[in-house]
């Protein structure tokens, strides 16, 4: 599988950028264990997660259109969008390892019982 990592923050200060670089080098090992591709990397600093005009998000979305990649790569969704996902998302195959890690450990508690 293919995919592209997205990271976004709607801040540009220096603890902002340390955590999206903590999330992409999470994203990456999580990639690298699950045999995931990652062609392309796509980031929006200073963007509002509300909003569909973000240069690097436009990227990314273009990339699964054309098909170079198979999902979006990303650590939780509110770094693709904040609140109800737009309509324009909706369709989008999404890989998301927060969700991932959640599932994995709700799996985890089931079979300890």
Request: aromatic share 4%; hydrophobic share 40%.
């Amino acid at each position: 599988m293919k995919a592209i990592l997205y990271e976004r923050s709607s801040t540009t200060s220096s603890f902002a950028e340390d955590a999206m670089r903590g999330r992409q080098a999470m994203l990456a090992d999580y990639a690298k264990k699950a045999g995931i591709e990652i062609v392309e990397t796509c980031v929006d600093v200073g963007y509002l997660g509300s909003t569909m005009e973000r240069p690097g998000l436009q990227a990314a979305l273009r990339s699964i259109r054309e098909g170079k990649a198979d999902a979006i790569l990303l650590y939780d969704r509110d770094r693709l969008n904040k609140g109800v996902l737009l309509k324009e998302l909706q369709n989008i195959p999404l890989i998301v390892i927060d969700e991932e890690r959640q599932r994995h450990n709700r799996e985890a508690e089931t079979h300890e019982l």
